[in-house]
């Protein structure tokens, strides 16, 4: 078949998990806690405080804002359904009867936690909360091209260009965000932004870790790529608590690129994508240095390796030419294609549905941002141990179902009360554990000449959800419960066509086309109850019975 003999033996010598490769994991690591700081910096540095409109009568007075008390305020500001002040409307000081409520012309925020945001600059709230949202949504839409785009082009260049030019421009641009001066150009950068800070170098990272360990080390490899990412998240609560000033603020976030730029230099290309492509030199090379850094005792043949050899392979065309577009001209491939671009799209949709109804909890905000990035390290520990154990669909679908239920539940309890919380906290730790496993279930079930592709196409699909959950949760106009339930279900629905995937765990990654759409034919969880499973062994035979591929042109 399409396994590589020579390639499989020379990472061999490797070993799982040695002195390089854990080397190596920790410099891609690195790109995961700063997507995961630029993913969710406008959560601080666009926050919304509490509002109310500006009242001349009282703000404009000497008295200062927080001697004012509630009944002085009742009597210019209407109150809402909950018995609280409305947050856009006050009453107009022209009417005769002062009962005739209208719009705000403009705001006092309380400043408690924030002293300045974009939302305080813009008064990005009220009627203008869609332009607040919008922000959002454009950063997503941009790690949406990014991924689309960044996960093809590694595919072709190289993972490791696409991950030091994404690190090199997430610089730059987290910095000049800052300095926007208005609205529109804000978006645009926002927009590339989003491009670079959480697309090109995460998960080109992300593909090099598992091109690089062995599968006994995939999982907590993969999975320490998501707590990297909640310790981003961490980031930006404790950095937002630290520095009141959104300009420094922003600026601080852009310059943790530094820690990437240093990478061209320190952080090896793919050998298994260099193979692939022909340059098979240069993966023998990094290999025989990785061994020796290893110390592992022995020496790595490059002539055997490097030597000409036509029985080893067997012909497939178009192998190094492969792109976004095979993923769907053949029925196997397609089928897992779409199941997981719903599956990354679910998960991102529920992950920021739940995110979004803790939020809305009272408290610190920064202490709720952390800790909502600190309760997803239970679930990534537990993940870690189980996921060798029970297999990848099966947890995947599980957490899903669960995580969607979760926050359909949520929805219909009252906002901030202990049962509301504990809800959205046990679903966050479900939705976070089915969005890490999905990362190396993916990894997994696509072949090496379209991973980065098939990666990327499933980032894109996630960062599609992120891009309309803001929207989507507008419609809390119509009625609170609606954002909920359509995230719900979205997980539920998912979580059940997941159990047509095959299983991964213990299997060989395939590398070719043909591996792929070969890969766990008649494999479901259906199959698997009723004992008519189609075990991976028929895909992949033992060694001794495999074809290699011929080496392709380029």
Request: hydrophobic share 45%; net charge neutral.
């Amino acid at each position: 078949m399409a396994v590589d003999q020579k390639l499989e033996e020379l990472m061999g010598l490797l070993g799982d998990f040695g002195r390089y490769q854990a080397f190596q994991f920790v410099l891609h690591l690195l790109a995961a806690v700063t997507a995961g700081l630029h993913m969710l910096s406008l959560v601080t540095v666009a926050a919304v405080p509490e509002h109310r409109c500006y009242i001349e009568a009282i703000d404009g007075a000497a008295t200062p804002a927080n001697s004012t008390t509630f009944s002085q305020l009742a009597s210019y500001i209407p109150l809402d359904a909950h018995g609280e002040l409305e947050s856009c409307l006050m009453y107009d000081p022209l009417s005769p009867d002062n009962g005739t409520a209208i719009s705000c012309s403009s705001y006092v925020y309380n400043n408690t936690y924030y002293q300045s945001s974009r939302t305080i600059e813009w008064n990005l709230v009220c009627d203008k909360r869609w332009m607040g949202a919008l922000g959002q949504t454009i950063y997503m839409l941009g790690v949406f091209t990014g991924a689309v785009w960044l996960g093809g082009l590694a595919d072709k260049i190289g993972r490791k260009k696409v991950f030091c030019w994404s690190a090199l421009m997430q610089l730059i641009l987290g910095v000049a965000v800052a300095f926007t001066p208005e609205y529109i150009s804000f978006l645009v950068l926002r927009y590339l932004y989003g491009i670079f800070g959480s697309a090109g170098s995460y998960i080109t990272g992300f593909v090099l870790t598992m091109e690089l360990v062995g599968p006994s080390k995939r999982t907590p490899c993969g999975i320490s790529f998501q707590g990297a990412f909640a310790g981003g998240i961490m980031l930006v609560a404790a950095w937002g608590a630290l520095i009141p000033d959104r300009m420094i603020l922003q600026v601080v976030y852009g310059l943790h690129g530094l820690l990437l730029v240093a990478h061209w230099w320190i952080m090896d290309e793919s050998p298994r994508w260099l193979w692939m492509q022909g340059r098979k030199r240069e993966a023998v090379n990094i290999v025989d240095r990785a061994v020796r850094m290893n110390g592992r005792g022995m020496n790595v043949d490059k002539e055997y390796y490097l030597v000409e050899d036509k029985t080893t392979f067997t012909e497939e065309s178009g192998a190094t030419s492969a792109g976004l577009g095979d993923l769907f001209k053949t029925p196997n491939l397609r089928k897992m294609t779409l199941n997981v671009c719903l599956c990354w799209f679910a998960n991102s949709i529920t992950y920021y549905g739940l995110s979004l109804s803790a939020g809305k909890l009272s408290g610190n905000p920064f202490l709720i941002l952390f800790l909502m990035g600190l309760v997803e390290f239970p679930s990534y520990i537990s993940i870690s141990y189980l996921l060798d154990k029970l297999g990848r669909r099966s947890i995947t679908s599980s957490l899903m179902i669960v995580g969607g239920i979760c926050c359909i539940v949520a929805a219909y309890l009252t906002r901030g009360s202990t049962e509301s919380t504990s809800i959205v906290m046990f679903g966050k730790l479900f939705i976070a554990g089915s969005f890490a496993v999905i990362y190396n279930y993916s990894a997994e079930l696509f072949p090496t000449v379209v991973r980065n592709s098939a990666m990327g196409l499933g980032s894109m699909c996630a960062r599609l959800a992120g891009a309309l959950t803001p929207m989507i949760t507008l419609l809390d106009s119509f009625d609170p419960k609606i954002p909920a339930v359509i995230f719900g279900v979205i997980s539920l629905v998912s979580g059940t066509w997941v159990l047509f995937l095959p299983e991964t765990m213990g299997k060989p990654m395939p590398q070719s086309l043909m591996d792929g759409e070969n890969f766990g034919r008649g494999d479901t969880a259906f199959s698997s109850c009723m004992g008519r499973n189609k075990t991976h062994t028929e895909d992949f035979p033992p060694p001794q019975q495999m074809v290699p591929l011929r080496k392709n042109s380029r």
